[in-house]
Nanobody
Framework: VQLQASGGGLVQTGGSLTLSCTAS????????MFWFRQAPGKERRLVAG???????FGDASVKGRFLVSQDSSKNTMVMQMNNLKPEDSARYFC???????????WGQGTQVTVSS
């Protein structure tokens, strides 16, 4: 399974970015697609994603600012990030889950930097 992520970059506080992740090569039904983020010196943590067709948020600080959507036919998930803050700066990783315990894949990540 390959995950292609795009959309990271540098933006000023209050700006917006859209991250996209597309999965290819999966021979299983994708159950969940998620975005995690990891800042330097910190643990990788769940931001948001889609599980069984429903949006899920792992970080309360992004609720109301980040929106997630999925195009199941294209195995693509999009996260619209609005009103970005410096604390949102991190490397964002796409993660895909299937029904089996081994169906767990990660993308290379895309950098998001929010300047103050």
């Amino acid at each position: 399974v390959q995950l292609q992520a795009s959309g990271g970059g540098l933006v000023q506080t209050g700006g917006s970015l859209t991250l996209s992740c597309t999965a290819s090569g999966a021979d299983f039904r994708i159950v969940g697609m998620f975005w995690f983020r990891q800042a330097p010196g910190k643990e990788r943590r769940l931001v948001a994603g889609i599980l069984a067709g429903e949006p899920k948020f792992g970080d309360a600080s992004v609720k109301g600012r980040f929106l997630v959507s999925q195009d199941s036919s294209k195995n693509t998930m999009v996260m619209q990030m609005n009103n970005l803050k410096p604390e949102d700066s991190a490397r964002y990783f796409c993660n895909v889950h299937g029904p089996g315990t081994d169906d767990d894949y990660w993308g290379q990540g895309t950098q998001v930097t929010v300047s103050s």
